[in-house]
């Protein structure tokens, strides 16, 4: 069982106070394997077992508590009444109207409430209306690079390049640590690929026709750190022979930053200082997935760098947004330049740009461009692969690995 310190970390930090704590990522990025590993923290501080029920709302054996008068009855004649309770919900959305019960059983003072689910539409609507201050989303992401690092030998933690080689070949899921063959890790990406689709986005969105919807999550995946928007994306589908409206393409999209499989980083005016509505990127949330669905040819690796970073930078606690600035050329005439991510956090905004290499003066100098046209005295950075630590009139430039693993 892999540990996750940083997310047992926030749980402890939220324990025994009035808001309900709702776990939420993509199927299999361990949220279930977290819930286990915080009543095992709970146990060891004294919580007798008595006290914590665990419900996982997929599992065969409850499907009886499919229904929120049941589910709600089965949990409050098991309270122990003269103790704190520690109630948890694995995947609630399973549970049509759960908010009901989710509702009645925060309204007791003996209850501590967990719940898990790989869905966003669990924060939204009138149940988040209902709940508005009372909860607080705990958001969970497959492996990081640290966190995959800290799974090997410790022998071999030193060798990085060689570590997220290995780290970007395969797949962050945490269970796929476990299997040993790539056939094996193939087969299970399969599995969590095909619920998703199929469960979290056909089933639930009423989606026809299949074949479209995978033959866009393949463009999407092909296209991690491209500006796009529905129109691009339509008229790019409907050239190859495939007719899908823009709006069409919206819905789908949404579908899937909603389950998770992909997230939405939207364009921010650094010099107006306003979000943009239009060619905003999107990211995967597994690379494993970017192979199982493209294959693995080891192309593209600046965009698959600039998808760890975001994840990155997500998981640090930043809001992440794709800059857009202008610059004036040599002539006075203003182009558009962009800058990786825009990432802001309660202690105020930093610039990043992500390169695989800027040894060349060119690439050097077209990445420190984006950056020295800000007027602002926030943090800049570039990471990139190269060795080195090197600063640029405020601008410093740190080796991408030392950084994913320096947290």
């Known amino acids: 069982m892999i540990q996750r310190p940083q997310y047992i970390k926030m749980l402890l930090s939220f324990k025994d106070s009035d808001l309900i704590k709702i776990v939420t990522g993509v199927r299999r990025c361990g949220k279930s394997t977290l819930l286990e590993l915080y009543q095992k923290e709970l146990m060891a501080q004294g919580i007798n077992e008595r006290q914590i029920q665990f419900i996982r709302l997929e599992a065969l054996e409850n499907e009886s508590l499919l229904e929120y008068h049941k589910l709600y009855e089965h949990i409050a004649k098991k309270l122990v009444s003269d103790k704190k309770n520690y109630i948890f919900l694995d995947e609630i959305q399973n549970v049509p109207d759960f908010e009901k019960a989710v509702r009645s059983l925060y309204d007791k003072k003996n209850v501590d409430l967990y719940l898990t689910g790989s869905n966003s539409k669990l924060q939204s609507g009138q149940w988040a209306t209902s709940i508005a201050g009372r909860y607080v989303e705990i958001k969970m992401y497959p492996l ?49 690929y095909e619920t998703i689709v199929l469960k979290d986005v056909v089933e639930n969105k009423g989606i026809r026709d299949v074949s479209r919807l995978k033959r866009l999550i393949k463009f999407m995946a092909s296209s991690i750190g491209s500006e796009v928007s529905p129109k691009k994306i339509s008229d790019i589908l409907q050239s190859e022979g495939i007719k899908v409206a ?22 921010f005016d650094v010099k107006g200082k306003k979000l943009l509505k239009t060619l905003n990127k999107y990211y995967l949330v597994d690379i494993g997935l970017r192979h199982l669905l493209l294959g693995n040819n080891g192309q593209d690796k600046g965009h698959i760098l600039e998808n760890i970073v975001y994840f990155e930078l997500l998981r640090r606690g930043y809001k992440v947004y794709v800059g857009k600035n202008d610059l004036r050329d040599a002539s006075g005439r203003y182009k558009t330049v962009e800058i990786d991510f825009v990432a802001e956090n309660s202690t105020g905004v930093s610039y990043f740009q992500v390169a695989e290499s ?26 990139t692969r190269d060795y080195g630590e090197f600063d640029y009139e405020g601008i410093k430039q740190i080796n991408v690995l030392d950084w994913l693993v320096d947290c």
């Open 144 to 192: 990081s690079f640290k966190e995959f690092v800290d799974t090997q030998p410790s022998e071999t933690r030193s060798n990085l390049d060689k570590l997220y080689a290995t780290y970007v070949s395969q797949s962050s899921f945490p269970y796929t640590l476990s299997l040993q063959t790539e056939e094996q890790k193939r087969i299970y990406l399969e599995g969590i």
């Open 358 to 383: 800027v040894a060349s003066p060119e690439t050097l100098e077209r990445e420190l461009a984006s950056l020295k046209n800000i007027s602002d005295h926030c943090p800049k950075f570039i990471l």
């Open 246 to 267: 823009p709006a069409t393409v919206e819905c789908y999209l949404d579908a899937f930053t909603e389950c998770f499989i992909l997230y939405k980083a939207d364009r």
